[in-house]
Nanobody, 115 residues
Framework: QVQLVESGGGLVQAGGSLRLSCAASGSLLGIMGWYRQAPGKQREMVAHIIRDGRSEYAVFAKGRFTISADNTKNTIFLQMRNLRPEDTAVYYC???????????WGQGTQVTVSS
């Protein structure tokens, strides 16, 4: 089984930064990424990254968030800058067996941005 463990969430003021980490155990996976879910809203994709370093971002994340990976450690990161109150959500690390819906989910880490 694949296990994903997130860390780095917390409380930050608007305009601040946080860096999330996700360590994966089990077989190496070709695609990993981040989703988030705000209260009362559907889960949405934040960013994902493939083995060769290519990445894609949601519109709200472009220019503010950066996804990266350490392939030797099977770990990904999400650097978030200029955070806004609307970024408040539980952030989940995800991994994919195939393109489409994520196959594996972490427990989630809470990010709260105060105004």
């Amino acid at each position: 089984q694949v296990q994903l463990v997130e860390s780095g969430g917390g409380l930050v003021q608007a305009g601040g930064s946080l860096r999330l980490s996700c360590a994966a155990s089990g077989s190496l996976l070709g695609i990993m990424g981040w989703y988030r879910q705000a209260p009362g809203k559907q889960r949405e994709m934040v960013a994902h990254i493939i083995r060769d370093g290519r990445s894609e971002y949601a519109v709200f994340a472009k220019g503010r968030f950066t996804i990266s990976a350490d392939n030797t450690k099977n770990t990904i990161f999400l650097q978030m800058r200029n955070l806004r109150p609307e970024d408040t959500a539980v952030y989940y690390c995800v991994a994919y067996d195939f393109p489409g819906a994520p196959s594996y989910w972490g427990q989630g880490t809470q990010v709260t941005v105060s105004s």
